[in-house]
């Protein structure tokens, strides 16, 4: 009996990743059968509109996601090409590549202000002079440009990362030029230094949050709104070699619980293995241009309850985020960034320009 469990959780796990164009040529029963449910879930949440390749593309795509990750999914395939089990996220979606320093736009002209300049320079020496860093560490340049932020950054060896994150409302968040955007959001480096933002981006003029992905010099943000002043859960996770996924749980503006996840194909360096790859935190306010003192502000972003990992073949390797997992924390600029700290996977972050 345990033999026989032991098995069926190993073939649940390789179904996970199975297309379901596959043919089993052993006609193994137990095996079809666990195929047939596994599709029966997932089909149950793509519309009946989505037919043919696109269903069977994304249906792939959720086969690869945790089973609390396929309620709402928007796929970015390697050619930006837009795939959802939703019709309506799929009509909404919209890819905005980089036009200039820290800014995007979509082909119908939008134009979004990004994150922030991201680096993929890592310094090889260890920090020796903070006692909540490993002594393992590698460190990225405290640099980037467009835009403050506070910066916490794992050791080399994860590429999964789940948080809860109190994200403000207003008075305590607003962008008081049009071209200062708040956001909280998660990523990290690929064992190529290939970088990927993946968390929310804040409305000053709706005063809510929609997820939002920065990969491969492009932005996908999601059309769903969420509300301001609540304990958000972000999770970031590889799902596949060069696919990183981004899922936002919360109520969102129309008073719904929903999980909204966004996979982006075709980010070099990430792997199920976690070898050479770091995972990070961020609250920061994007600009364009840089300035320093504009008098915008996000405060009391509240960080806790994070856990990191790795897999190991199949098995995911987890612990909380502590000093074994840090590879150390900046504050840019310093005189603009404030943090009540409690440990390495708790904080409270506030930026006021």
Not at 57 to 81: F, H, S, T, W
Not at 97 to 120: C, F, I, R
Not at 165 to 185: L, M
Not at 257 to 271: A, E, K
Request: charged share 20%; glycine share 10%.
């Amino acid at each position: 009996m345990k033999i026989r469990k032991s098995l069926t959780s190993l073939l649940s796990l390789a179904l996970l990743l199975t297309p379901f164009n596959l043919v089993f040529a052993d006609g193994n029963m137990d095996t079809i059968t666990m195929n047939n449910e596994l599709k029966k879930r997932i089909e149950v949440n793509i519309d009946s509109a989505i037919t043919g390749n696109e269903r069977e593309v994304i249906a792939d795509v959720m086969a690869r996601l945790d089973e609390e990750d396929r309620e709402n999914v928007i796929y970015v395939a390697e050619d930006g090409a837009i795939y959802s089990n939703k019709m309506e996220l799929k009509e909404t979606t919209e890819v905005y590549d980089l036009v200039e320093n820290n800014v995007y736009q979509s082909a119908s002209g939008k134009e979004l202000v990004g994150p922030g300049v991201s680096t993929n320079d890592f310094s090889a020496s260890a920090i020796k002079d903070d006692t909540q860093i490993s002594p393992a560490a590698e460190v990225p340049n405290p640099s980037g440009g467009s835009g403050p932020y506070r910066r916490v950054f794992s050791n080399n060896g994860y590429n999964w990362l789940s948080t809860y994150v109190t994200i403000p409302g207003a008075p305590y968040v607003k962008g008081n030029v049009s071209t200062d955007v708040p956001y909280v959001y998660l990523g990290g480096w690929g064992s190529n230094g290939n970088g990927i933002d993946a968390g929310l981006q804040y409305s000053t003029a709706f005063d809510n949050w929609s997820p939002t992905t920065l990969a491969n010099g492009a932005m996908v943000p999601s059309t769903t709104r969420y509300r301001s002043n609540q304990d958000i859960y972000m999770k970031f996770y590889v799902t596949n070699p060069n696919e990183c996924t981004l899922a936002v749980s919360g109520i969102t503006t129309t008073g719904e619980q929903l999980t909204t996840t966004i996979v982006r194909s075709g980010v070099s360096g990430w792997d199920k293995s976690g070898i050479g790859m770091r995972v990070k935190r961020m609250t920061t306010i994007g600009q364009k241009p840089e300035n320093m003192n504009t008098g915008s502000s996000i405060k009391n972003v509240r960080w806790h309850d994070i856990t990191v990992g790795y897999y190991s073949g199949s098995n995911l390797i987890y612990s909380s985020w502590g000093s074994g997992q840090t590879g150390g924390y900046h504050s840019v600029p310093s005189d603009k960034v404030s943090v009540n700290y409690v440990s390495p996977g708790e904080e409270t972050v506030s930026i006021q320009l």
